[in-house]
């Protein structure tokens, strides 16, 4: 017998032999080498930034933002027309020739990223593990509603994002809270967390938000208290968000649908929450963030009175919610509308005092409240509010 003619035999036969080794002692397995890396890719969170004349606070935000750690972000600045240089400087600065250095009164560690930071026009899906920022521009101030519905539709394109996060730009996240959002486990429709007062650290501004069905008027779960002590509050307890920092699952946004628009500012989250359903809302007690309070229009805060502008809009929206929502309420949410103007007219506030009267009754707005806004702005902020049967589906 030839050597070419005893080959089969002798395959034959290492192939019974393994086939023995294996009954005998089981699968041979590659040795575990504690060296080797398994890199995985980095969870995604959705981010909305809407921005009017936000010049002073924006930079702070997107830095804190660029500063997360363990997720990768889709960025969103969507900007409602200002008219001040908050898009010539957000460009200097991505650009590299704005230096940014972090304020001394900011409430965590913070260094600069590196430049040039690339900011994508509308429409592009950034990949990989690295943050993005997209720079949407409205060209005109339809409200916080309308350029949160334009940033959540943006985001919404990429179906790797299930989570979105609107955040106010005058807000400023430690480097962990952003994955805390990302990775807090359950189903919910809408989550907050801890929000701090940027200028008091260690004070709460809100926990989350309650309603008073009788009168519409909000309250701050934890409002003043201090952080450290004071206990972080049950999600059942919480009836909304507030929009100075939410999370809105895309299970929630797809059913839901977009924030409502027709109130311009103020009660737009309170109103979106209520549309949840049967998904709960969320609470995570690691996700931090530091609001300077009232920037752009002007909100009250530990030390000063709203000014007529903010009381014009959040009375007008605070009726317009519970006409909405509870209609039987309206009596004595009027009452509550004159005797806040009073009480206000007696601390010597007149014009604050009739500007809450005019947005109680939907009157057209006082002179000095109409011509801060832009005539476009103004058309829309103006415009009778949407009825029940005309909201979409």
Not at 136 to 141: L, Y
Not at 259 to 281: I, K, S
């Amino acid at each position: 017998m030839t050597t070419r003619q005893r080959a089969p035999n002798r395959q034959r036969n290492l192939w019974a032999e393994f086939a023995i080794a294996v009954f005998r002692n089981g699968l041979p397995l590659p040795k575990h080498n504690p060296n080797t890396r398994v890199f995985m890719p980095l969870p995604k969170l959705g981010v909305v930034v809407v921005t009017f004349n936000a010049a002073d606070v924006i930079l702070d935000c997107l830095e804190s933002l660029l500063a997360s750690q363990g997720v990768a972000l889709r960025i969103a600045v969507v900007d409602n027309a200002s008219t001040d240089d908050t898009l010539d400087l957000i460009r200097a600065w991505a650009s590299g020739t704005q230096p940014y250095s972090p304020p001394v009164d900011m409430p965590f560690g913070l260094t600069a990223s590196s430049k040039p930071v690339t900011l994508h026009p509308a429409g592009h899906q950034a990949a990989g593990d690295s943050h993005s920022i997209t720079l949407i521009e409205t060209g005109i101030n339809a409200g916080f509603a309308a350029g949160v519905n334009c940033g959540l539709a943006e985001l919404a394109l990429d179906s790797g994002i299930d989570r979105f996060w609107v955040l106010n730009p005058d807000s400023a996240v430690p480097a962990d809270t952003a994955l805390a959002f990302a990775r807090h486990e359950g189903a919910f429709s809408l989550m907050g967390g801890r929000v701090l007062y940027y200028d008091a650290p260690d004070i709460i501004q809100i926990d989350g938000g309650t309603i008073n069905k009788r009168t519409g008027v909000t309250g701050n779960i934890g409002l003043g208290c201090e952080a450290t002590k004071t206990a972080h509050p049950n999600p059942a307890d919480i009836d909304f968000i507030t929009g100075a920092s939410v999370v809105a699952s895309r299970t929630f946004y797809e059913t839901a649908g977009p924030m409502p628009e027709d109130y311009f500012l103020y009660y737009e989250e309170v109103d979106w929450a209520l549309r949840r359903g049967d998904l709960p809302l969320a609470y995570c007690p690691q996700a931090l963030v530091y609001h300077r309070a009232g920037t752009a229009i002007g909100s009250p805060t530990l030390g000063r009175p709203a000014s007529p502008f903010s009381l014009y809009f959040k009375h007008r929206a605070r009726l317009r919610f519970v006409r909405r929502h509870f209609t039987s309420s309206l009596p004595v949410a009027l009452i509550y509308s004159a005797a806040k103007a009073i009480q206000i007219a007696l601390k010597g506030y007149g014009r604050e005092a009739w500007t809450i009267v005019l947005g109680s009754l939907n009157a057209a707005p006082p002179p000095h409240v109409r011509r801060i806004l832009s005539k476009d702005a103004a058309e829309i902020a103006f415009r009778p509010p949407v009825k029940p049967s005309q909201e979409p589906e």
